[in-house]
């Protein structure tokens, strides 16, 4: 399968300063890690524009197809569900970046689960239990639920001073 501009090169920047320390400062440093990453995405877009306009003429709203798509790659990366792999450097970057989110959700994992009343800590223990050897991609769900609108304001932030 062939991968769109956009794709071959995902703006992954800030993903690599996640920190995963502390935390309760890692589920905060992840919503800003991320936002910025998709700032910069959103702003890398426009480079693609002409490429995909001069492939696909006339199809009308490039900018606002990308946006999407990129906000779904980036939902299928922070979930844990990201199917493109690339180029064997780009191969390595992802499982990286994949492993630090799973060590950052591995530290949310950890509070959410041992802190709070009896009753709601069973409750998400139940919930966020992780099945899948440290992927926790329940927990990754519904971080994701939660902050995505704040990743799409983010991504598209500058988006009104690039649409025609």
Known sequence: ACAPFRRLNLCNKNFQNINNDDSSKA?????????????????SLKTYREQYDSK?????????????????????????????????????????????????FGKIHEDVTSSGRNGKK???Q?????ENGGNYFQLRE???????????????????DNAE
Request: positive net charge.
């Open 122 to 124: 069973q409750a998400l």
């Open 56 to 104: 696909y003429p006339g199809s009308g709203s490039s900018m606002c197809t990308m946006l999407a798509r990129s906000f779904a790659d980036i939902g299928d990366i922070i979930r844990g569900r990201d199917l493109y792999s690339g180029n064997k450097k780009e191969k390595k970057q992802r499982k990286q970046l994949d492993d630090k989110l799973k060590e950052v």
């Open 126 to 130: 139940e919930r966020c239990k992780d």
């Open 27 to 43: 589920k905060h440093d992840l919503l800003l890690d991320v936002c910025m990453a998709a700032k910069y995405e959103g702003e």
């Open 142 to 160: 519904d971080w994701w639920t939660a902050n995505r609108e704040t990743v799409w304001k983010a991504l598209t932030c500058d988006a009104r």
